[in-house]
């Protein structure tokens, strides 16, 4: 592979409170990314080898998907001890070098926190479920079944069927959102919220910079448990669970997205303070009111930094017209809060499946979409592969590893697609990722893709993101700045951002077709390059071809 096209080194991180506004973050599925002792599953030593690869992109931080003990129903995201890593992903030491070398290379490091519940075989779970009178008794969500023997209410779970698993040992049900291996806990009880707390110091103490708190509406539930009531058949989305779900049904006012949550988030936010710079970002799964959400948790300065919905990780292709009205939208409800903005990530079919699969030139859509998520006002989440292009991958049944595809498949295929191997060398087996047979076969459509064929080609998509997330870099506007929207002919989009002394105006063609933006009489603009986009300036009018763009300061 040729040379890294970026620094080695970088002095220590300095304490910045606000480096997470207009961070660039890049996802790590630990499982997938690179195995460093011949198992077939990624691991922590892995992920320490491939760390220059990740600063020589140019982005600020990484968050690292889950890496703790856990029975692996749900692949990390079934916690069974907060406060050790599991074997497969390594140790602790582990763990502690992957966070020096990432802040020697200028790397700050998020980890995955999975609170809203555990896995069944957890510790305070084993206790909780022994009697119903021991001293965690009401650690978690447990309730009487109704006169007949079927379940307090109509809750769902999101893998399918009731949200209600029956207990033979205290003859009671208790609540899972997702698997019935993942039991939810009770944060309407102190001692919980106390304990959770805990574990967030622990692991701030061990040097990490901030969270990705899992499934961060789902905290807390009515405690009347108050059944859900249907949802009118216009207004089912498929945002938070694919079409095929019946969970879609339902208005989910009283299983998640409840008003108690933002005092938690208050007590979190006033942990994180006592540290020099740390930060969260929260994951909002709310098909009805994600935007409104994230605008309450993200408000002031005493909850979450930051959080993310699924208006841009949904099915439906992004467009221009989507693109500004979600935009819009989030300036309207939550003026003081702030966004962090992905096009995939380890739940949903990778975006150059989802968009841009029917496009003409599909390399040059995905770069002008790249271009169009980089230049929004908020932070930005990159998922491991996106910058090559990679596909969703295509998987057989007996290969299929995720719960929730195996279950709904085949209409809905499960999130494995999006979780196979990284490809490093097509020349090596696996494409570079281990030495042995992968937990997740590597798709052969990805090892054209891989970053050995990539790496140094200035026309390939690897380049363009580091080009671009240099370009970026440079300019305050496109990182922190305000933003509003201009008019522009065709599948296109154009906005200013303005951050102190500066302004810059963005135009995105998103379509095959020439689109034009003009700047009105008088506006004097001063075109910027660097990026790798095409559009040219006529007077006042910028024209920009299909799949272009073009960016100018305003003086």
Sequence with gaps: ?????????????????????????????PRSYQDSNGDGVGDLRGVIARLPYIASLGVDAIWISPFFKSPMKDFGYDVSDYRDVDPMFGSLADFDAMVAEAHRLGLRVMIDEVIS????????????????????????????????GTPPNNWLSIFGGSA??????????????????????????????DALLDVTRFWLERGVDGFRLDTINFYFHSQRLEDNPPLPVEERNDQTAPAVNPYNYQDHHYDKSRPENLGFLERFRALLDEYPAAAAVGEVGDSQRGLEVVAAYTAGENR?????????????????????????????????????WAFSNHDVMRHASRWAAGEPDRLAYLKVVSALLMSLRGSVCLYQGEELGLGEAELAFEDLQDPY????????????????????????????????????????????????????????????????LAFRAGHPALIKGEIEFLAIEGDAIAFARREGNEQIVCAFNLGSKQASLTLGAGKKEQPLGGH????????DKIIIPEYGAWFGRLE
């Design 1 to 29: 592979m040729p040379a890294l096209q970026r620094h080695e080194t970088q002095p220590s991180l300095a304490p910045d409170r606000d480096w997470w506004r207009g961070a660039v973050i890049y996802q790590i599925y």
């Design 117 to 148: 519940h555990t896995a069944d075989v957890h510790p305070w779970f084993r206790e909780s479920r022994s009697s119903r009178n021991n001293p965690k008794s009401d650690w978690y969500v447990w309730a009487d079944a109704r006169p007949d």
């Design 164 to 193: 209600w698993q029956w207990d033979t040992r205290r003859q009671q049900y208790y609540l899972h959102n997702f698997l019935a291996e993942q039991p939810d806990l009770n944060f309407h009880n102190l001692e919980v919220q």
């Design 304 to 340: 979450v930094q930051m959080c993310y919905a699924f208006d841009f990780l949904a099915p439906e292709k992004i467009s221009a017209a989507k693109v500004r009205s979600v935009l819009e939208a989030f300036g309207r409800v939550a003026s003081d809060g702030w966004s962090c």
């Design 405 to 468: 595809g195996i279950r709904f498949w085949p209409e809905f295929k499960g999130r494995d697609g999006c979780r196979t191997p990284m490809v490093w060398d097509d020349l090596k087996p696996h494409g570079g990722f281990s030495s042995a047979k992968p937990w997740l076969p590597v798709a052969t459509q990805h090892l054209p893709l891989a970053v050995s064929r990539q790496q140094g080609d200035p026309n390939s998509l690897l380049e363009h993101y580091r080009r671009f």
């Design 532 to 539: 790798g986009l095409s559009g040219t300036a006529e007077g």
